[in-house]
């Protein structure tokens, strides 16, 4: 009995010819899994003098580009920057906005007492940058604000711009070039060596109004972008960015992504915003009293998980190279660390070489919707892992079956397809037991529609190795 297997798409079943006519299938080709590459998008604030307008996607390879796109020292830039320092290799592009139009700029100040009574110098910093300036024996207040003010014009790619006080020569006006609550953020300390010498700082504040981030979510909502890094870290704007991510991650649009932040103030603040956030597609990553700004902490952090294309592998003591490490007083102790992973928060330490490093990556995810406590996306590895799953089942039936008929024989070849996908997914780690839960793979005829296959898919995702515990016993 002939086959009715074999169906051609392009040679007809009427030809009446003589010939030998061959066509080339495809769909049976791509025997592997796909691969899980990992696009980066940054969202951040503009400078008027950036060559790339509000809200247009643009594809980053460089600093200096970065600096261009989005103006030189701004949030913008400086996202970028962090990110290609934490991973070269980045697939990286960034959507900015301009500042809200009646924003108001952070601002703070630097007060230099003297004259000098010996030499010695003063060092600014400004976030993680270092501004150092000398003096002589002798030399006046103003003259020293006056040669630390020039010294930071040097710097253009710094997130503020200072002046010499018209009435107070001896003081620096520090002001945020971003308007907006960010600049309240910029940290300012001074370290004098020599006698004679002070500096009084006061810390950045008076930034408000931010812009509202669903404008640049709005403009990549049809994108495909897996990591999106947040410069904002207030509950509005994450709460935006949570919802647009379940919302695009979601099984009718399936182009799934995760959100970073990153504070560094109190313990207390982070727990309490990563409850309040409670999504199984958001990272809080926390790093306290770093000089590095949270923003480049959210980017780094961010980078490194792009940079890691395996779905089930932990992110366990990679390192986030360009942050700064905290003093050792302020680095989160073990119990500090256990309340940031109860809480939804991703712990960062230092690590040897003063490098700062994931403790574990985890979701803000902690309760179900009956706020129960709820571990089934703990670690950002599970909901990673599903993605892939399901990119790896969805991508296989497009390829075997894009022009399928439905009959009765349907639904065990796409079951085949499938189980061959989990196995494939079991050889790589990604997920375990497929033989053990094949019975509960059902694929099967929808009851309502009769053009549709419903299937269910168990995946034993690969848990990561986090606690090792072993018991030695004393023999004598």
């Known amino acids: 009995m002939p086959s ?36 980066m998008l940054i969202v951040g604030q503009r400078l008027a003098a950036g060559s790339v307008a509000e809200a247009i996607p643009a594809q980053v390879f460089s600093d200096a580009e970065a600096a261009d796109y989005f103006g030189q020292g701004s949030i913008a830039h400086l996202m970028a920057r962090a990110a290609i320092t934490a991973n070269p290799y980045l697939d990286l592009t960034c959507v900015a906005l301009d500042d809200a139009a009646t924003a108001q700029q952070a601002g703070g100040t630097n007060t230099i007492g ?23 024996n002798a030399d006046t207040a103003s003259a020293i604000a006056t040669a630390l003010n020039d010294e930071i014009a040097k710097y253009p790619d710094l997130p503020i711009t200072s002046a010499v006080n018209g009435g107070v020569p001896e003081q620096l006006d520090i002001t945020a070039k971003n308007g907006g609550t960010i600049g309240n953020q910029i940290p300012l300390s001074c370290e004098v060596t020599g006698s004679g010498v002070t500096a009084t700082v006061v810390a950045m ?40 991510l379940d919302s695009v991650s979601g099984a009718l649009e399936q182009r799934p992504g995760r959100g970073v932040y990153a504070t560094t103030g109190a313990l207390a603040d982070a727990t309490t915003l990563a409850g309040q956030l409670n999504g199984g597609r958001m990272n809080h990553a926390y790093l306290r009293a770093t000089r590095s700004l949270a923003f480049e902490l959210a980017c780094a952090y961010a980078a490194v ?95 075997r079956f894009p022009r399928a008929k439905l009959s009765s024989r349907t639904p065990g070849k796409v079951r085949t397809e499938l189980l061959d996908v989990l196995l494939k997914c079991e050889e790589l780690e990604i997920v375990e037991e497929v033989l053990a839960n094949k019975d ?18 168990p995946a034993d995702v690969v848990n990561g190795l986090h606690v090792f515990a072993g018991r030695i016993d004393l023999l004598l």
């Open 305 to 399: 998980m792009a940079f890691e294309e395996d779905p089930a592998m932990p992110l366990n003591t990679l390192s986030l190279p360009g942050i700064h490490a905290p003093e050792v007083d302020q680095r989160l102790s073990r119990t500090e660390q256990e309340s940031c992973l109860y809480n939804g928060v991703s712990p960062l330490e230092v690590g040897p070489g003063e490098r700062v490093q994931i403790v574990r990556a985890i979701t803000t995810y902690t309760k179900d919707a009956q706020d129960i406590d709820d571990i089934s996306l703990l670690d950002t590895t599970t909901i990673d892992t599903l993605d892939y799953v399901r990119k790896a089942c969805r991508e296989r039936i497009a390829l």
């Open 4 to 39: 009715k297997n074999i169906t051609f798409d392009t040679i007809p079943a009427s030809i009446r010819k003589p010939g030998k006519y061959f066509e080339f299938n495809t769909r049976l080709a791509v025997r592997t899994l796909p691969a899980n590459k990992r696009r």
């Open 440 to 457: 509960g793979l059902i694929v099967e005829r929808d009851l309502q529609d009769p053009n549709r296959l419903d299937a269910k898919i």
């Open 114 to 136: 003297g004259p000098a009574t010996s030499t010695g110098s003063i060092k600014f910093r400004i976030g993680n940058k270092t501004i150092e300036v000398g003096f002589a």
């Open 205 to 244: 504040s008076g930034g408000s109004v931010d812009p509202d981030i669903d404008t640049a979510l709005a403009a990549v909502f049809a994108e495909q972008y897996h990591i999106i890094a947040a410069y904002l870290n207030d509950q509005t704007s994450l709460t935006a960015l949570r919802d647009h």
